[in-house]
């Protein structure tokens, strides 16, 4: 499912569908849940750096800086199926949600 190439996390370089886990709990979810990057932006404390949104496996999303990516999550790669994703607007994020689109596994919920 996932296309490995740790040097893109370590550059600051995320993608819309690379995939995390979260290495503390976190918006309701466990150490250890898988979240989808849906949307990039401008670090607002570095921008020389990427900040992401990412969905988790309850529903919950929240946007990361350059060092919140560094303290709270791990990328474990990069989901082609997620890599296309338009991102409108957080309603639309959570209807795609409901709708069964952020595929997650039970492991990570």
């Known amino acids: 499912m996932f296309q490995h190439s740790p040097e893109l996390s370590e550059m600051g370089a995320c993608m819309i569908g690379d995939c995390f886990i979260l290495k503390v709990d976190c918006l309701g ?40 990516q560094q303290e709270f999550l791990k990328w474990i790669g990069h989901s082609e199926k997620h890599s296309n994703y338009q991102f409108r607007n957080v309603m639309q994020v959570s209807r795609d949600f409901e709708q069964g689109y952020w595929s997650f596994s039970k492991e990570t919920k």
């Not at 990057?37 to 020389?48: A, G």
């Open 29 to 68: 979810n466990k150490a250890g849940a898988m979240g989808y990057v849906f949307n990039e932006y401008k670090d607002f404390d570095d921008p020389t750096k990427i900040g992401v949104q990412i969905i988790f496996p309850n529903g919950n999303y929240d946007g990361f800086g350059w060092k919140e």
